[in-house]
């Protein structure tokens, strides 16, 4: 059962939890990334059978079995990830960015924004199917410009992808799928077997596997961020429908076992009907042996004495998604200002946020939004900069430059510029 806490009953560190720590896997890990930079594809095979339950006689789905896959998908469901992905493309393309140039005195000083070469897409597979997963990593991808998207996840036991998870990739425009999942597709993208390409950049959620392997081969690769499970922070005022309350914070309850539902309130009779409310929702879910372990480790209903209370604590919580499930919603919205995504008004579940608003729901997690950003375009691009000096211009700069590099001690730095002079 959901507990309900006041203040000075809980540690502001209890509330969402962070500390993951008693799940070690680097061990594991470890040993995966070796094994398959030196076993390649005869390793990634093994672990399919070992650790997936499936060996299927290939990594790579031909263009014909992803084709024959989605057509076994319903056309409802492909109008709708269709519709969802324009959503998307239309949010993210506002985030494109184009290089500039500045020109004067003989100087010219440039920055290329460029797409990266190949990209990484891991897709969680397992207990769900995260077809929407899909389009918020390759869509943003595809716009960048990359020039080759490769994506990987668990197969079933049959050895197979889910359809609809091949119906979003084709339709976001992904170039290579390849059906290996945990940690061992991590390190296949990271290093590159004689199967699976070598990529730049490896971004997606997966379990804590995925996530410390991302953590390991970060240098060898980039990664966009060290993905935890999954959060919920409702707000929610007095007189709030409980049964609406309930419902939202077991959307994200159900992702995991280790998923956190909290919902910040000033109203103690809410507080009341929403704990009943979950008990009776969770046992109708079909996954209401995760929704409910979630609630009961993880869930919390925090008791504050205002709204402005209540602000200031989700700040510092920086929670993954924030839910303002008030009256006058859009007049706190502007006070918000540590979160990874923020739903607005009491029209808005965050799930809208997971499958069709158009925002990306690949965000930071442990409280990570005090720094980090969602998914974005610019996670797929580099940015190069360019000097060009002429020798008046240089001539200029010549005993600046010595003077700065003398007082670091680097004299070797202010000679390659004097010695166009001597």
Same mark, same amino acid.
């Given at each position: 059962?959901?507990?309900?806490?006041?203040?000075?009953?809980?540690?502001?560190?209890?509330?969402?939890?962070?500390?993951?720590?008693?799940?070690?896997?680097?061990?594991?890990?470890?040993?995966?990334?070796?094994?398959?930079?030196?076993?390649?594809?005869?390793?990634?095979?093994?672990?399919?059978?070992?650790?997936?339950?499936?060996?299927?006689?290939?990594?790579?789905?031909?263009?014909?079995?992803?084709?024959?896959?989605?057509?076994?998908?319903?056309?409802?469901?492909?109008?709708?990830?269709?519709?969802?992905?324009?959503?998307?493309?239309?949010?993210?393309?506002?985030?494109?960015?184009?290089?500039?140039?500045?020109?004067?005195? #003989? @100087? !010219?000083?440039?920055?290329? $924004?460029? %797409?990266?070469?190949?990209? *990484?897409?891991?897709? =969680?597979?397992?207990? +769900? /199917?995260?077809?929407?997963?899909?389009?918020?990593?390759?869509?943003?991808?595809?716009?960048? #410009? @990359? !020039?080759?998207?490769?994506? $990987?996840? %668990?197969?079933?036991?049959? *050895?197979?992808?889910? =359809?609809?998870?091949? +119906? /979003?990739?084709?339709?976001?425009?992904?170039?290579?799928?390849?059906?290996?999942?945990?940690?061992?597709?991590?390190?296949?993208?990271?290093?590159?077997?004689?199967?699976?390409?070598?990529?730049?950049?490896?971004?997606?959620?997966?379990?804590?596997?995925?996530?410390?392997?991302?953590?390991?081969?970060?240098?060898?690769?980039?990664?966009?961020?060290?993905?935890?499970?999954?959060?919920?922070?409702?707000?929610?005022?007095?007189?709030?429908?409980?049964?609406?309350?309930?419902?939202?914070?077991?959307?994200?309850?159900?992702?995991?076992?280790?998923?956190?539902?909290?919902?910040?309130?000033?109203?103690?009779?809410?507080?009341?009907?929403?704990?009943?409310?979950?008990?009776?929702?969770?046992?109708?879910?079909?996954?209401?042996?995760?929704?409910?372990?979630?609630?009961?480790?993880?869930?919390?209903?925090?008791?504050?004495?205002?709204?402005?209370?209540?602000?200031?604590?989700?700040?510092?919580?920086?929670?993954?998604?924030?839910?303002?499930?008030?009256?006058?919603?859009?007049?706190?919205?502007?006070?918000?200002?540590?979160?990874?995504?923020?739903?607005?008004?009491?029209?808005?579940?965050?799930?809208?946020?997971?499958?069709?608003?158009?925002?990306?729901?690949?965000?930071?997690?442990?409280?990570?939004?005090?720094?980090?950003?969602?998914?974005?375009?610019?996670?797929?691009?580099?940015?190069?900069?360019?000097?060009?000096?002429?020798?008046?211009?240089?001539?200029?700069?010549?005993?600046?430059?010595?003077?700065?590099?003398?007082?670091?001690?680097?004299?070797?730095?202010?000679?390659?510029?004097?010695?166009?002079?001597?």
């Amino acid at each position: 059962m959901i507990k309900i806490l006041k203040k000075g009953q809980y540690e502001l560190d209890d509330i969402l939890i962070r500390d993951r720590s008693g799940r070690d896997v680097s061990r594991v890990v470890s040993e995966i990334l070796f094994g398959v930079k030196m076993g390649g594809d005869p390793t990634l095979m093994n672990y399919c059978l070992s650790l997936d339950g499936a060996k299927p006689d290939k990594l790579e789905l031909t263009e014909e079995e992803i084709d024959s896959a989605v057509a076994k998908v319903e056309p409802e469901v492909i109008d709708t990830l269709k519709e969802a992905a324009e959503r998307i493309a239309a949010y993210h393309k506002q985030q494109i960015k184009e290089g500039y140039v500045l020109e004067a005195d #003989g @100087v !010219k000083l440039q920055q290329k $924004v460029l %797409p990266l070469e190949k990209v *990484g897409i891991y897709i =969680p597979g397992g207990t +769900a /199917a995260y077809p929407s997963t899909v389009l918020m990593n390759a869509v943003p991808a595809k716009l960048a #410009g @990359v !020039k080759e998207i490769i994506m $990987v996840s %668990p197969p079933t036991d049959n *050895g197979n992808i889910s =359809p609809v998870i091949l +119906a /979003a990739a084709k339709i976001a425009g992904v170039d290579r799928v390849f059906r290996i999942g945990g940690a061992q597709a991590v390190a296949a993208l990271a290093y590159g077997t004689k199967s699976v390409p070598k990529v730049d950049k490896i971004v997606g959620p997966g379990n804590a596997y995925v996530a410390e392997a991302k953590k390991q081969v970060f240098g060898q690769v980039g990664i966009d961020l060290i993905a935890g499970p999954s959060e919920i922070l409702v707000l929610a005022d007095k007189g709030s429908d409980a049964r609406i309350v309930a419902a939202d914070m077991l959307s994200q309850a159900e992702h995991d076992t280790m998923a956190t539902a909290v919902l910040i309130t000033t109203d103690e009779d809410l507080a009341t009907r929403v704990m009943a409310e979950i008990d009776i929702q969770t046992g109708k879910l079909p996954r209401k042996d995760i929704a409910g372990k979630s609630i009961d480790v993880n869930g919390k209903i925090i008791i504050t004495d205002t709204i402005e209370e209540a602000i200031d604590l989700a700040n510092e919580l920086a929670p993954e998604h924030l839910e303002l499930y008030l009256d006058d919603a859009e007049e706190y919205a502007d006070k918000i200002v540590n979160a990874g995504s923020v739903f607005v008004g009491k029209n808005c579940p965050e799930a809208l946020g997971d499958y069709f608003a158009g925002p990306n729901h690949t965000l930071p997690t442990a409280g990570t939004a005090r720094f980090a950003s969602p998914l974005s375009v610019d996670d797929f691009t580099k940015r190069m900069s360019f000097t060009y000096y002429d020798q008046t211009a240089l001539e200029y700069a010549k005993d600046k430059v010595a003077l700065l590099a003398r007082q670091e001690g680097l004299e070797g730095h202010a000679r390659s510029i004097l010695s166009r002079f001597e």
